[in-house]
Every structure is written in C-alpha cells, then in structure tokens.
C-alpha cells in the first residue's frame, strides 16, 4: 500500500474552462491509498521519524487533523503497527471520522468553535494527548518543516515533468501550507517566473495577513469547507512563495466540487472546488497562452452526508445550482 502513494494523475478540465488560449491541469491527489494528498507528507515524515529514532516500535502516533491527515495517519498505523490517537473539530464529516476508526484509529473530537487558545481547540487536544502518553509520536503538520519538504520531494516534481515544463501559473489553498510552499518552492526554481496564486475562505486570517502582516483576530470566523484556512499562523507555511491570495466562500467551493462532478466526472472534496473556482478566476485576468495547474486533495465520497446532499446544502443555506 505504501508503494502506491503519489505518482497521481494530471487531467485537463475541458467543458469548465471557457479560456480558449489557457489549459487548466488538476492533479488527482485523491488516488493516493487513503483518499488525499496528506499520504505524501505523513508517509514522508513517518519514514523520517523511524529512520532516527523519534518513532519506536510500539509506539503511538498522535495528531490533530480535519481528517484527512488523520486517515493516513491511521493507514500508517494499521500497516506499521503503531497505535494512533486524533483530534478534529466537529465540523469534520461523519464519513471522515469512521474511515479513521475503520483503520483501528482513536478519534477525540473537539469544539469548531474552540479558540485556537483553549484548552479545548483540537491542536491543543493533541499536544495534551502527546504529552501525557508514553512514547508518543506527533506529526505535527502545521509547523513541521518536512510537511513542504515532502511537497518539494515529490508533488511539485511531477507537475512539473507531467506538464514537461509548461506550468505558468500554480492555484492552492492551504491550512498548514504544505502543499502551496512545497509545491510553489519547486515550480519557482525551474522557472522563476512561475505565479503562485493562494485561495483563502472567509473566516481564515491568512489573506489578512498575506496582505498586511498583521494577525487580527477579529477575522477568525466559522466555514464550513474543510482542510483549508486557518485560526493561527502555521509554521509550515512559507508566504514568500505565494504571490497572490484570493478569497472563497463555502458556496464558491461546494458549487465548484459539484459541477466539477457533474461536467468533468472528477468527484473532489470542497478544497477542490475553491482550487479550481480560484484557478478559473484567475484565467479570467490572463490575456496571453497560459499553462494553469491546481490540485483536488481529496475525494468526494468524504462529504456525501454534507455539500453532495442537496437537502444538506438547502439546510445550511446554500444554493444547489
């Protein structure tokens, strides 16, 4: 199983894209083993964290997460014999949360609406956890320099071989910025001219920040799109390598995961919706011939009890256009 992880597609979005003289290329991160393209960073740093020692025989693995890091967290555990315990904010999808205990995973679940200060918020859930259990390991993904480094390893080589060179412009949205620092980093030094274009939900504090350095409180707000934004400032993220940041809605991005479905047969996550709604935003400015390359970290089976329910959306007050 752990043979399977990366290599993922590259696929060319043909019905959604208006822009004759720009190609947009989304790469299926949902094909790794357990569903999303957190299989890369956590098989990365699990391999890393055995090789010198921090990770020993019987030990356990502990880690907050809005899901997905946590499913493969768990994969891992379940093939490398290790115990696993993980924390989420109750806002994470039902299906999420049993595919961890399907794995044999321990799952803690938190307020949403905890403070990223309180005891209770779901980082702190974990490091709590961590401290208190005997050989315990963290992966630590929002500050652990390894989790953009598995990007740079891996993903961003592939976009790059996959479009032979002739990515212009890359789209991601972050939460611990992994994917965007690591996979941006690459793209730049093959060709410095590449533009990294940040998508960001309202109620996240990192457009904010990204465009004025300041850290405000007062724009942590509630979404309901998962595994993207973010309450505090997370290590892992490199704003350097970002040059631009647009703003999403949740229905900007659970309408763009549902017609993505419906018109190019790709079945993703929210997260990839918001990519591929900022991607096309971002071809509406562009004038000349453009190579436009996003991912879909996840799959959509994940969210079907959510925004794939039509009753769910009516009820959560989105539209189901």
Do not use: C
Not at 189 to 198: H, I
């Amino acid at each position: 199983m752990l043979n399977t992880v990366g290599n993922t597609p590259l696929v060319k979005l043909i019905k959604i894209n208006q822009f004759p003289n720009i190609d947009i290329f989304v790469k299926l991160e949902f094909l790794n083993p357990s569903g999303s393209i957190k299989d890369r960073i956590v098989q990365y740093i699990i391999d890393d964290a055995e090789k010198s020692g921090e990770l020993k025989p019987g030990g356990v693995i502990v880690e907050n997460t809005s899901g997905n890091t946590g499913a493969a967290v768990a994969m891992n555990a379940a093939i490398r014999g290790y115990k696993a315990i993980l924390t989420m904010p109750d806002k994470v999808s039902k299906e999420k949360q049993d595919a961890l205990k399907a794995y044999g995973a321990k799952v803690v679940v938190t307020p949403t609406s905890a403070a990223p200060d309180s005891p209770e918020h779901y980082v702190n859930t974990a490091r709590r956890i961590a401290a208190e259990t005997p050989n315990s390991f963290m992966i630590n993904q929002y500050d652990n320099k390894k989790n953009p480094l598995a990007h740079y390893l891996s993903t961003g080589p592939e976009i790059w071989e996959q479009t032979k060179g002739a990515v212009t412009h890359f789209v991601a949205s972050g939460s611990t910025g992994g994917t965007v620092t690591g996979i941006s980093k690459y793209l730049k030094e093959q060709n410095p001219e590449v533009f990294t274009l940040l998508a960001d939900p309202v109620g996240s504090i990192y457009y904010k920040y990204f465009k004025t350095g300041e850290i405000d409180n007062d724009e942590i707000g509630t979404y309901q799109v998962e595994g993207v934004g973010e309450d505090h400032i997370a290590k892992a993220m490199d704003f350097s390598q970002v040059d631009d940041m647009i703003q999403f809605t949740d229905q900007d991005a659970f309408s763009m995961a549902r017609l993505l479905a419906r018109e190019e047969g790709v079945f993703g996550g929210g997260t990839g919706g918001a990519n591929v709604w900022a991607a096309l935003k971002l071809a509406a400015t562009l004038k000349g011939p453009a190579t436009i390359v996003t991912v879909i970290p996840d799959n959509g089976v994940k969210y079907m009890s959510k925004f794939y329910n039509d009753d769910w959306m009516i009820a959560n007050g989105h539209s189901i256009d």
